[in-house]
């Protein structure tokens, strides 16, 4: 049997070594199994949400030119966290005779497809709705809830919380007065610039 391993994670925060630690555990299935491994698809820091994935279209043209005879993976929330294209990949695949493993459930029939897909779809609005919760708790609590706005510095042993750049204070309340008197913001930005200015994260 020839098996072609995918392997996803979703956040530019974890760690490479992701792919390859789920490759070696989709290795070692495979070899019980006695298949020999012919391709190896991958996509970094990508969303199960969203199926426009390099590695992901590419298992996908696979199984349409009839590459392989198995696709593998860690897990069906791997391949995607939404019930519309797990059901639509698990009829693609049974259309072209192809077999859905991971090594998490074994092989993956159309009841379990749909159930695992119902799951890892909860699993992001669950996801969604603790962030959301989060990030209101941030701001209630006087934090920041995303970057670094220009004027203000990450406090010192307390990355949530913002204090004043004196310095970049001194620009913001600039642009603000300007603005003010009519200048436009094409305007007070050329200023600006010219003058070197440097602006967010030093750039202009």
Known sequence: MRVAIYARYSSDLQSDASIEDQVEVCRRYAELKGWRITEVFSDRAISGANSDRPGYLAMQQAVRSGACDVILAESLDRLSRRVADVS?????????????????????????????????????????????????????????????????????????????????????ERIFREFAAGHSPRAIARALNKEGTPGPAGRP
Request: no cysteine.
């Open 88 to 172: 639509a990949l698990h009829d693609d695949l049974s259309f072209n005779g192809i077999s859905l493993h991971t090594v998490a459930t074994g092989e993956v029939t159309a009841l379990l497809a749909g159930i695992l897909g119902s799951v890892g779809q909860q699993y992001l609005l669950d996801l969604k709705e603790k962030t959301k919760r989060g990030l209101l708790g941030r701001v209630l609590d006087g934090k920041s809830d995303g970057g670094l706005a220009f004027g203000y510095r990450i406090k010192e042993h307390d990355r949530g919380a913002r204090v004043i750049d004196p310095v970049e204070a001194r620009i913001v």
